[in-house]
């Protein structure tokens, strides 16, 4: 996974101004996870659908997955919808294949799970494609990873060497635009076994994946001293057309922030949220 999957919906409009209409055949979906009864929240208004349906990347993770544990968006959607005190469905989203702004355009879903807050987006969080962001429910960075043994490391500056990166992230341009001298291998996977190795000193993966990929392992860590240069925010996407369930959603958000229910999701998969909310 890299960072292109994560920032879906904010290029998908240029990419379909640029190829024009869809048409062929519509493609068999994935099963869809049945709707989870919810209790406790405060009971949703009428602007909210129940079920409520979230699309989500079906193969994904940590952020997404058909399979157990289903990822740290799927839990946020669920906590929302417990909030809102409505069941919430999950429309599974192939990899390659669906578009998470033509799923919402399309009614197969009500909001989309790792929308990135961009520049682009309005004071009102509406974007130039016809979707809208509610607020941001969580932050992420790129990372870098290291051998256990070795000393931390604060910035990029102090590494001595070429810095290991998987070959279809952010990282492996945003790296060279800098300056920075990267050795770029297939995955992430790749990533941290070359550190592991020792064949490269440390590696600078995304934020979310590594934790993942270390969450079993001992000898390569993310390095905590590291000050990361790179951080987005993420939110909830919805047709711009529906106002009322961005503020539903929004408040929402807000209140699981509040009381700490966000921060356990993200906790158990290792990414730190100090400071986001």
């Given at each position: 996974?890299?960072?292109?999957?994560?920032?879906?919906?904010?290029?998908?409009?240029?990419?379909?101004?640029?190829?024009?209409?869809?048409?062929?055949?519509?493609?068999?979906?994935?099963?869809?996870?049945?709707?989870?009864?919810?209790?406790?929240?405060?009971?949703?208004s009428g602007a909210?659908?129940?079920?409520?349906?979230?699309?989500?990347?079906?193969?994904?993770?940590?952020?997404?997955?058909?399979?157990?544990?289903?990822?740290?968006?799927?839990?946020?959607a669920e906590a929302?919808?417990?909030?809102?005190?409505?069941?919430?469905?999950?429309?599974?989203?192939?990899?390659?294949?669906?578009?998470?702004?033509?799923?919402?355009?399309?009614?197969?879903?009500?909001?989309?799970?790792?929308?990135?807050?961009?520049?682009?987006?309005?004071?009102?969080?509406?974007?130039?494609?016809?979707?809208?962001?509610?607020?941001?429910?969580?932050?992420?960075?790129?990372?870098?990873?290291?051998?256990?043994?070795?000393?931390?490391?604060?910035?990029?500056?102090?590494?001595?060497?070429?810095?290991?990166?998987?070959?279809?992230?952010?990282?492996?341009?945003?790296?060279?635009?800098?300056?920075?001298?990267?050795?770029?291998?297939?995955?992430?996977a790749a990533v941290?076994?070359?550190?592991?190795?020792?064949?490269?000193?440390?590696?600078?993966?995304?934020?979310?994946?590594?934790?993942?990929?270390?969450?079993?392992?001992?000898?390569?860590?993310?390095?905590?001293?590291?000050?990361?240069?790179?951080?987005?925010?993420?939110?909830?996407?919805?047709?711009?057309?529906?106002?009322?369930?961005?503020?539903?959603?929004?408040?929402?958000?807000?209140?699981?922030?509040?009381?700490?229910?966000?921060?356990?999701?993200?906790?158990?998969?290792?990414?730190?949220?100090?400071?986001?909310?």
């Amino acid at each position: 996974m890299s960072l292109s999957r994560a920032t879906t919906i904010a290029i998908a409009a240029a990419a379909l101004a640029a190829a024009g209409p869809v048409s062929g055949p519509a493609a068999s979906p994935l099963p869809r996870q049945e709707p989870r009864a919810q209790s406790g929240g405060a009971q949703s208004s009428g602007a909210v659908p129940d079920p409520l349906v979230f699309c989500a990347e079906a193969e994904n993770p940590p952020m997404s997955q058909i399979g157990v544990p289903a990822g740290f968006d799927v839990e946020v959607a669920e906590a929302l919808g417990s909030e809102l005190g409505v069941r919430v469905r999950i429309a599974w989203l192939r990899p390659h294949a669906d578009v998470a702004e033509l799923a919402l355009l399309d009614g197969r879903c009500a909001a989309a799970t790792g929308a990135t807050v961009t520049e682009g987006a309005t004071m009102a969080g509406r974007t130039p494609d016809g979707v809208a962001l509610t607020r941001p429910y969580y932050a992420a960075a790129y990372v870098l990873v290291r051998a256990a043994g070795a000393p931390p490391v604060r910035t990029l500056d102090a590494l001595d060497g070429r810095i290991a990166v998987e070959s279809v992230s952010a990282a492996a341009y945003t790296l060279r635009q800098r300056g920075y001298s990267v050795h770029v291998l297939p995955d992430a996977a790749a990533v941290i076994e070359a550190v592991a190795a020792g064949r490269q000193k440390a590696g600078y993966l995304w934020g979310p994946l590594a934790a993942w990929l270390l969450r079993d392992r001992r000898d390569v860590v993310v390095d905590g001293a590291f000050e990361p240069i790179e951080r987005w925010s993420f939110a909830l996407a919805v047709p711009s057309t529906a106002g009322t369930l961005r503020s539903v959603l929004s408040g929402a958000i807000e209140a699981a922030a509040g009381d700490g229910t966000l921060a356990a999701i993200f906790a158990r998969y290792g990414i730190p949220q100090k400071g986001v909310m």
